[in-house]
């Protein structure tokens, strides 16, 4: 016999994704999703192949000339620069979402099952991490250390957790009285494996709701930060700069303002479907369960 | 009643047909008519349609499920018959709640928590456009509250559904059904979450207001026990058919179908009781001393005492409230919240888990109530038989397999089915699966903690004679933790009825049975249905 272990639990959530994936407005997230993602991952190789201009160079051609879309202000063609775009804000969303959804995941577990004074202290801190509005907390600590990748994602990440938490802790706290996590004290399991193999493989249909959310939310945050010249810098080429350095020019030179937004807009209307798909399979199955 | 020859039934269903939306067959052509002032009972097991068949009386099929043909006649006392199935929805409302009524399971749901019980009666009435005036219909609810058993007054009427005991909530379902004076009442297991002393008064209550005011009852249950105290004729459903129907004498005592005799032997029987294994009387495997446990000022238990032999089965009866489950998780382990010790083998065992010995924790072992929530369902059976090997003993991993699959033969789960994840196995295989769990570092003391009650009477059954084979193949001493004491005799050598947090009555099955001491162990025998 196989190690029944790995099949089975992949099994288990392949009914949830496969649940959501029959749904069609996965079908046309995900659609929409990974058309953005391929374009973004792809696009810096395939930018200055396709046009044979680099991100940062002069273009050599005039304002408002016969490329794809034309060249920015400084000359640069803005068809590469969008192509190469989209993979730095791409890479920061994806990893201040991981942050948020590990440290807020952790904390909130760790309240729910435990409850009592930590739970009290735990989310007490969260409320107080709450009251500030997530853009504006990060603003001020980008104000503060400067505008560096690390921070940005960092801090957008940290500012996910106490969001995170809530709905973590919630979700344990509905299943820690369930008689199987009743029958992993009876053998004396740790906390910390109880948590990790009892716990928190019942509720990942919430937290992956949770992820989704937060994943569009961070690539909203980073390519706003980015707007306001907090994020990534100039010279280098990203969607958000790229609305920002663009926007004089709106009227003249439209494709250098509408090609970022259409693949932002495109992205987390994208991810937001998927989400919200897997939250309907999601509460299908608990439904289910309930019956 | 049954003897009186009424021209119209009050309820004519013929020949229905209900599929599910995908077009596999729910119920395949189920007839049955009831008479007015007549109980029908409809007995089956989970899955067999009953309350599929019990609802479409209503006109009401549940989401998922649709009508494929058949009709379902309803003939008011005082008015024009109709066909309910034929009618739009907006009039089959009209008719629900006013001629055709229904209890539901939970009355914990089924009330609304935020309105007092007088408004939510009357609220039926006023739907209905029952009576002339807000005058006539507030006797009205004083009356309906009267006659199920209730006091009418008007601090009554102000109370909320919470301040209600269970029997009591369900006693309000039953005059909210009752209110619009209805020809057909539909019943959907109104009793199973109650007590037995509080089922006795339900029962009494629903039988009287049919016979008194004339009206069809269907009384949707699973329990055969009680359709011998309730029901006139009884109709017995298996896979979406109708496979025997009667009068209760016919059906109950000699009964035609295979399936029909295969229930009846099932249900355990205050006089039953095959053969047990003789306990090693000597050795007081454990000792439960003066064991008291609070919740804040509420006292739970109070003083508890207790011994089991080795080998030995105690049937440790109580009814919800009296501290049972409470009792069993102390010695467990599980609530360490408590005064009084608990020893094994003359060995003291600290109150929570943490703080005894792998040795200690393998020698006590406990079987959840409902085996819908005792397995991971993230797990494989396998995987959850595994777990207490792996946290309590040094055995490596082909070893622990291999005592897996030695437990998974002695409950008869099979290899395959313990690949399977929880929701894919009945729930007669998941308590098995919990219970091979259970014994997997082969216990001294095995705790069953209700066991049977989330189960079907067959399933039930099958359970209780693979407990009872086990503890006489491995020499466990068992608590076998129950509220129905007809079990007694089929699993027990010794008996200790619990109430309030004390035991009032303790001594060997037999004598307990045939000479109850104590007054409320008698009102228990009285109060438990027999066949």
Redesign the interface.
Known sequence: MSTPTVPSTRSRKSTVFRRALALPQAKIGLTLTAVVVLLAVLGPWLGPWLTGYDTTGFAGKPFHSDGVAGTDGLGRDVFTRFLAGGATLLLYAVLATAIGIVLGTALGMLAGYTGGRLDSIIMRGNDVLLSFPQLVFALLAIAMLGPQGWLLVLVIGITHAPRVARVARQATVAVKDSDYIKAAQLYAMPRRRILLREVLPNITGPLMVELGLRLTYSIGYVASLSFLGLGIQPPAADWGLMINENRIALVLEPWGVLLPVLAIAVLTVGTNLVTDSLASAAAGREKEAAA | MTAQVTLTHALEVEDLRVNTLAGSPVLKGVSYSIAPGEVLALVGESGSGKTTAGLAALGHFRRGLAPAGGTVTANPRDGQSVEVLGLAERRRRALRGHTLSYVPQDPALSLNPALRIGLQIAEVLEAHGYGASDDERSARVAEVLGEVGLPADEDYQRRYPHQLSGGQQQRVGIAMAFACRPSVVVLDEPTTGLDVTTQTLVLRTVSELTTEHGVAALYITHDLAVVAAIADRVAVMRGGEIVESGTVEEVLRRPSHSYTRELVDAVPDLDGGGELPTPDADAATLRVTDLSVSFGEHRVLSDVSLTVHSGECLLLLGESGSGKTTLSRCV???NDDHSGSVELDGTALAAS??R?S?DQ?RAV??V???PY????????I???VE??LE??TDLDRAQRRERVGQTLDKVRLS?ELA?R?P?QLSGGERQRAAIA?ALVTTPKVLLCDEVTSALDVSVQATIIDLLCELRAELGTAMVFVTHNIALARHVADRIAVLRGGEIVETGPVDDVLSDPRHEYTRQLLANTPRM
């Open positions: 467990a382990g599980l888990t943490r005894r792998a924790l072992q406990y959840f109530q409902s929530s005792s397995l991971n369902p993230r797990r494989t396998a995987q959850s777990v207490p946290m309590l290899r690949q994840l929701d769990r």
